[in-house]
């Protein structure tokens, strides 16, 4: 049962003992509630309960078409909700708890929404490591879906801050431990017996996935959308985007990498999971200034500077 709806600002908490009580309360009536999780900030709901799961995709505008992820508390629960391969076993050894989603074969009477799944034989799982995460999950009993909790498309939360820019009035509590310290989405992965598709880059990269497994890692979209981040235009700011740039022009707000000048710089020492980490407060910066487009300065592609390439590919889309 959802609580009734009614006008409310959204409270931000720091997370806590008594903050955490009150967000497992709202997930058990129905309720989504902002989260943090290492990477960025999830709007959590009882992955079980068709009508909290809809209350996600009210809340930021989410086409229905575009599947959830599933966060669960450890292996026994995930395994209650998927069918693992010998090769998902492997992934889950290596990087759980931890930034990586596996879209796995969902279990006949998993009891999951099928709005999680949005139609698909497949559900995106993942144990994260974050301990606010971890323990609302438990806290609540249910598996827990939790896409960024943004409004659909826009730039992804790394603080409470921004969540509450995105989403007030829209959900009625969010927990506060401070800044995400991956800062980007989880790598998303489809375990096959002969290789691994990698669906969504993040900071598991292609590299450490092939060496886990001893498989090859392919990519390739096929405009098919099967797990998040998959859509075209993505994590997008309300202002034009231009990369690649090498400095600003006019009425830019340059966002920079390594030594040069600019407005913020993602890591002036150009350490590129910094960069990682500071990529969406960047974005939300740059959003808020007074300047009328971004400009971003090039990253390499090396590791997880894919991940970061991919989530500015879609912002400029």
Known sequence: MTIAQSTFSTR???????????????????????VPTETVYGLAADATDSS???AIYSAKGRPSFNPLIVHVADRDMARGLADFSPVAEML???????????VLPARAGSGLSPLVMAGLPT???????????RALIRESGCPLAAPSANRSGGISP???????????????????????????ESTIAAPEADRVRLLRPGPVTAAMLE?????PVVTGDDGTIEAPGQLESHYAPS?????????????????????????INLSPEADLHEAAANLFAALHIADASTAARIAIAPIPFEGIGAAINDRLRRAAA
């Open 211 to 215: 060496e886990a497994t001893g498989l």
């Open 52 to 54: 909290a799961v809809a």
């Open 92 to 102: 889950a050894d290596r990087f759980w708890p931890g930034p990586l989603t596996m």
């Open 158 to 184: 790394t603080r409470a801050e921004h969540v509450l820019a995105s989403l007030n009035g829209k959900i009625r509590m969010i927990l506060d431990e401070g800044p995400t310290s991956e800062g980007l």
């Open 123 to 133: 559900v995106a799982l993942r144990l994260p490591a974050h301990p606010a995460m």
């Open 12 to 34: 931000s908490c720091r997370y806590g003992a008594e903050a955490l009580r009150e967000a497992a309360l709202l997930i058990r009536a129905g309720e989504p509630v902002a």
């Open 239 to 263: 202002k034009k985007v231009r990369l690649n740039a090498l400095r600003a022009e006019k009425d830019d707000y340059l966002i920079g990498f390594g030594l040069m000048p600019c407005h």
